[in-house]
DNA sequence: AAGCTAAGCGTTTTT
DNA sequence: CGCTTAGCTT
């Protein structure tokens, strides 16, 4: 053999040695670094770490694994020297790579998309631990913040109007601005702009489609016409204003691309490869910047599963996975069908249940895995007891050794968390919820956030309707809305005609306080890129008036905890950031959210949605509300066609477990105010019978039993935990003293009843106050 | 302009 | 059931 094709083999060996700890399938998703290439990975199926070794053996080898380049020079020496890492495995050295390596990019030249903040930050610290710091300045991120960056650097070259202080806003903001739109055209329409023009809109910028174009695909229908105009409207507030919505973030990214060829190849040239995660939840506008961007070099990878496709409510579209292959010749396929992660119990459910959706890639997941225990199936007699087995259940496993942390409650809607937390709280359980409220979405967050975009844009006419009677300052509705002619009639924003307020007859009598207050916007903007994001924070929220203005109750301090939690994070960033600055600050809160937070280190129990949970993986699961109505949704009664979207939320829910799964439902359950009863759901009846081990908990009486010659073993549930209390106990009222084993004596300040229970708010004397169910907090009456 | 009360309404959620 | 918001009152 000569030199150079012996070099070649070793070359393959050396690569191949590097990932030899991973299956044949995920070891070529790793190495086909060159053209198209679509993974369907299963839940389960390694994806991850596949993901971050191809970017690590693209980082590290390039082309070398497809190419038949040999370097010039090669000495008999060189090869020697590679037999030997070869045999000693060691990869980590610096000649070997330089010999090895063709057409490996800058590490800056690449850019992996992920679909959350914390997966692009767990996919940076993996490959840390890889590759070392040198992995730092790869482009991992979420589209947005791809975007973002993009944009932030460009925008002046759309010539739409737009500047680089450009201001986030997010679907709130969104909406207060759309809402404002559709006053006019639709007058006293209430939900019209909730429920009609927001959806219709949002699904437009995800296929793409300008006010215009909506207009033209409108032709005579009224309704549409009608969205249209507020579109334009919503369009021409949103640039008057100098902001950008999430989805103009990525449609003005495909704009740009398409009207400046030579920024499109800039960067085309500078992402030499792509890679996509969680490529089932993309968009239309998703779609057209990956194949803008990769289109030229075609060394795109996605990685996705269809039956995980859960986020078509929002536009994503299950074609972009399926016609992939249309849409890039060429394109390799390779499918991960071993799952690592669940016992062979849990996966034959969630291969059963996924079943019956039609219209899928053909893929089956088998396991190595143990079959492990079969899949708890309970029904119980309401939302309260069901609680009250899944918060029993959890401590019987801690007495089996298993952590509080390796135990999650997943749900369908954030409303079922309610019960099961009570349940918690009785129990002991420490817990906690991710989703529900973001840290950014309180008021007083957001009304400082919002200083901050005027401060950084002053013309953001929202947020500076939001700040400017904040604390109050007597500038009301009347005042605004003349204010709000002015700016229409003279073209100016909301700040500079406050800013000259004096030219106008109107303002006289209230001139100095507008003045004063003017002036003080003014003196921050000076200051913004003199000092830090945190000191300006701290400055707006002192000198404003806004901290003096929350007052001093309880209430008011845990809002001042918050405002210091916010100065924090600024400080944070600043930390993190090369360049600081209050632009980039405001970025970064705009697009972070809660789960970003979760770091998986205190033991507690998790709580949150199944959407929440996708990514994650537990090894055991607790899926509550296993109901007709709750889920699969109220919806699916009318849109049928929801259902599979609803399947597939089971199916990821299923997936999430590794050794233990529980599904539960309730007999009946109060829900917005209301006790429905629903039936199981659908889904526990495509389990088949010698997968599960169900049994329905409720009282006989609750349910006809059909008459059979040995019945089944219905086997009635002991109470979990605590028995159930007698009806008649001591009855508590507002203002009864009570005394308590722990707490001392306190005094009733509420009684609420729930269910069978009363909720008690009580002061306790040495404690503070404190809620407690008074069936089961044994209370004296004193 | 600001505070209070009645009415209405409710998925899932990433940026 | 609990929260937000609109509209009404002072």
Redesign the pocket.
């Known amino acids: 053999m000569d030199m150079h094709s012996e070099f070649l083999a070793l070359r393959k060996k050396i690569i191949e040695a590097e990932f030899s700890r991973m299956n044949d399938r995920q070891r070529q998703a790793v190495l086909a670094t060159q053209g198209p290439l679509l993974v369907l990975a299963g839940a389960g199926s390694g994806k991850t770490t596949v993901l971050v070794n191809r970017v690590a053996c693209i980082l590290k080898y390039g082309a070398a694994y497809e190419s038949d380049a040999v370097p010039s020079g090669l000495t008999a020496e060189d090869l020697s020297y590679l037999q030997n890492c070869l045999a000693q495995r060691s990869f980590g050295d610096e000649r070997l790579r330089e010999l090895l390596a063709v057409d490996a990019p800058p590490s800056w030249a690449l850019l992996a998309i992920t679909?959350?903040?914390?997966?692009a930050g767990e996919m940076k610290s993996r490959l840390e631990q890889m590759l070392g710091e040198q992995a730092l300045d790869i482009w991992a991120c979420?589209?947005?913040?791809a975007c973002?960056r993009i944009l932030r650097r460009e925008i002046d070259k759309l010539e739409l109007g737009y500047s680089r202080s450009f201001t986030?806003y997010?679907?709130d903001d969104s909406l207060r601005v759309l809402?404002e739109c559709c006053r006019d055209v639709a007058g006293?329409d209430?939900?019209f702009a909730?429920?009609t023009a927001l959806p219709a809109i949002s699904r437009a910028k995800e296929q793409n489609m300008s006010p215009a174009a909506f207009e033209a695909a409108a032709s005579g229908d009224y309704r549409l016409q009608k969205i249209a105009s507020v579109y334009y409207k919503y369009q021409q507030a949103l640039r008057q204003a100098n902001a950008l919505d999430?989805?103009d973030?990525l449609r003005l990214t495909v704009m740009l691309f398409e009207k400046n060829p030579d920024v499109l190849d800039h960067y085309a040239r500078r992402f030499r490869y792509v890679l996509v995660d969680e490529y089932q939840d993309t968009n239309p506008v998703q779609y057209q910047l990956i194949s803008l961007l990769a289109g030229g070099h075609q060394n795109l990878c996605v990685v996705g599963d269809d039956d995980q496709s859960?986020?078509k409510?929002?536009g994503a579209t299950i074609e972009n996975i399926l016609s992939f292959e249309k849409q890039f010749k060429h394109a390799r396929v390779i499918k991960l069908e071993q799952n690592y992660r669940s016992t062979s119990a849990i996966l034959g459910v969630a291969n059963a249940v996924i079943a019956n959706n039609t219209g899928r890639k053909s893929k089956k997941l088998w396991t190595e895995n143990p079959d492990g225990d079969p899949v708890k199936v309970r029904r119980f007699e309401d939302e309260a007891t069901e609680a009250l087995f899944i918060a029993n259940t959890i401590l019987e496993n801690v007495k089996d050794g298993m952590k509080f942390a390796d135990q999650a409650v997943i749900y369908?809607?954030?409303?079922?968390s309610g019960p099961i937390e009570k349940a918690f709280v009785r129990m002991g359980i420490p817990y906690r919820i991710?989703?529900?409220h973001?840290f950014y979405d309180r008021m007083e967050i957001r009304d400082l956030m919002a200083y901050l975009c005027v401060i950084n844009n002053p013309g953001d006419n929202l947020h500076f309707t939001r700040i400017v009677?904040a604390p109050?300052?007597?500038?009301?509705?009347?005042?605004?809305a003349a204010v709000q002619q002015i700016a229409e009639q003279t073209g100016q924003t909301l700040y500079e005609v406050f800013l000259h307020c004096q030219e106008y007859e109107y303002f006289s009598k209230?001139t100095a306080r507008i003045e004063s207050f003017m002036h003080f916007m003014e003196h921050m903007r000076e200051l913004r890129t003199e000092i830090l994001p945190h000191e300006l924070i701290r400055t707006v929220m002192e000198e404003s008036g806004y901290l003096a203005s929350l007052g001093d109750d309880e209430e008011a301090k845990s809002r001042k905890e918050n405002l210091s939690t916010l100065i924090s994070n600024a400080a944070d960033y600043e930390k993190n950031a090369d360049e600081p600055t209050l632009e980039g600050f405001l970025e970064e809160a705009?697009?972070?959210?809660?789960?970003?937070n979760y770091d998986g280190q205190a033991d507690t129990v998790v709580m949150?949605?199944?959407?929440?949970a996708k990514g994650l993986e537990f090894p055991a699961v607790f899926i509550a509300g296993m109901e007709e109505g709750v889920f699969?949704?109220?919806?699916?009664m009318i849109?049928p066609e929801?259902l599979e979207?609803?399947r597939r939320?089971a199916y990821v829910g299923i997936t999430r477990a590794k050794r233990k799964l529980n599904l539960t439902c309730a007999g009946s359950r109060?829900l917005?105010?209301?006790t429905v009863r629903n039936r199981p759901s659908r889904f526990l009846d495509e389990i088949p019978n010698n997968l599960k081990d169900a049994q329905d908990m409720r009282p006989h009486f609750e349910r006809p039993q059909p008459r059979r010659a040995a019945p089944a073993a219905p086997i009635r549930l002991e109470r979990p935990g605590v028995s159930r209390p007698v009806q008649s106990k001591a009855v508590f009222a507002p203002g009864d003293t009570v005394g308590h084993g722990t707490f001392g004596r306190g005094m009733v300040l509420s009684a609420?009843?729930?269910g069978g229970d009363t909720?008690l708010e009580i002061a306790f004397d040495t404690c503070g106050t404190k809620k407690l169910m008074a069936n089961f907090a044994r209370l004296k009456k004193l």
Do not use: C, W
């Open positions: 679909f959350t903040n914390k997966a979420t589209f947005h913040s973002s986030i997010d679907t809402r006293d209430r939900n909730n429920k999430f989805d973030m859960i986020y409510f929002r369908r809607m954030n409303a079922q991710i989703g529900g973001r009677n109050k300052r007597s500038i009301g509705s009347a005042t605004m209230k705009a697009l972070m959210t809660d789960i970003d949150m949605t199944i959407h929440a699969p949704g109220q919806s699916v849109y929801q979207e609803e939320l109060m917005f105010g209301a609420k009843t729930m909720l």
